[in-house]
């Protein structure tokens, strides 16, 4: 059986879960490209051995890569010899994560900031590993993790854009359908949606049901049951108000398990004989979230009848200021929210209020000094005892989702 080479870049947490679920599987190639060579090799190695306890043989290969300027060359020469045909980019300097582990009254202050303000931290490596694919291997396919919401239109503006991203908006489905079918009375799997929205749309809706600010604008909710559709039978707030509810779930590094299965539907479909239904945040460069059709190594927009493309990418702007980011330019600069900076201010003496795609990696440099200092400062605040994890060890340049 010919196998798919399926590259993974970025060694972090949800790699490793991409991989735990993935590698019984058998079904491709595994590359795992980080620039930390001795746990990359660790990694693939915990991989092999455990998908041998199920008597299955992976082939698994380790790479150093490190998505700086100076490396571009380097990594499309590593591409050149991987020839991978699908890449899965779970690189980011600092993980959306990290801020978790702050106290609870600091996290709670800093999230006000949504997460459009730490574009930087997920845009710099992308562009990087953009840059050497579309020198080495231009005909792979691109699945974006990091930030894909933003990060995806962004590059698409300067020629680079990944094919499509994961999470998101595809981390909303399982919810929404068991929460249509629990109030319908019937059973998930009779439940079909179609959502659009944006990162910001999907966090929020599992923790406060639906966002106060502007409802109706920040999603587009279709669903059938049993082939029939049903739209607007029931409240958006009542189904919306029964995910955060009924189908609260953990989050965090043990939430990721959710996102991993979501980035699962899609790259075991991609080069699938038939077209399959999924979600998925920038498709083609889109912004925020979509449904989409993989297959047959292609990636389409499946909007439901009666919902135009216009329509559908006015609703994910509309999340995508509430998220932070006000405006995209047609080169790729980006402007950032005042609200939502002035947050980063007050906190961290960050001050950004539009970045260029080249600058994204300075700018990576400053917000990720100011927070080290912010959480450095706050964990010697709070106790000299504390046993939660320091920020140097929460995953700044981790390099991983």
Known sequence: MHRKKLLIVGGGNLCLQVLQILAPRNQFEFHVASRDSEKTTRLCNLIRLAALQQNVTVE???????????????????????????????????????????????????????????????????????RAVKQACPKSLVVNAAFPDAVNPILYKVGMAPDVGIGNIANLIPATRSAIARLADCLPKQVCAKLVGHHYFSHSVPRHGLPPQRLDASFNLTYWIDGEERTGELPAEAIFGCVARE????????????????????????????????????????????????????????????????????????????????????????????EQMHVMQRELGFAMNEM?????????????????????????????????????DAGYRAFAC
């Open 356 to 392: 260029r795609v080249s600058d994204a990696a300075a700018w990576a440099e400053e917000l990720g000094s100011k927070y080290l200092a912010y959480a450095d400062a706050t964990h010697h605040h709070t106790s000299n005892h504390h046993t939660g994890v320091s920020a140097h």
């Open 60 to 130: 698994i290969h380790s790479h150093p890569m490190e998505l700086r300027e100076a490396c571009i060359s380097r990594n499309a020469e590593t591409l050149l010899k991987i020839k991978p045909d699908i890449i899965l980019n779970c690189a980011s300097l600092q993980s959306w994560r990290v801020i978790t582990q702050l106290p609870a009254e600091r996290f709670a202050a800093l999230d006000q900031a949504q997460l459009g303000p730490w574009l930087p931290m997920h845009l710099a490596p992308a562009y990087a590993l953009m």
């Open 247 to 338: 189908f609260s779930r953990l989050g965090g590094v043990d939430g990721q398990y959710l996102t991993a299965m979501s980035a699962v539907t899609v790259l075991e479909n991609l080069y699938a004989d038939h077209e399959v239904r999924v979600h998925a945040p920038g498709p083609h460069g889109l912004p925020g979230g979509y449904p989409v059709k993989v297959g047959m190594g292609k990636v389409l927009l499946d909007l439901p009848y009666g919902v135009t493309r216009e329509e559908a990418i006015k609703v994910n702007e509309a999340g995508q200021r509430l998220d932070g980011i006000k405006l995209i330019r047609a080169d790729g600069s980006v402007v950032f929210g005042d």
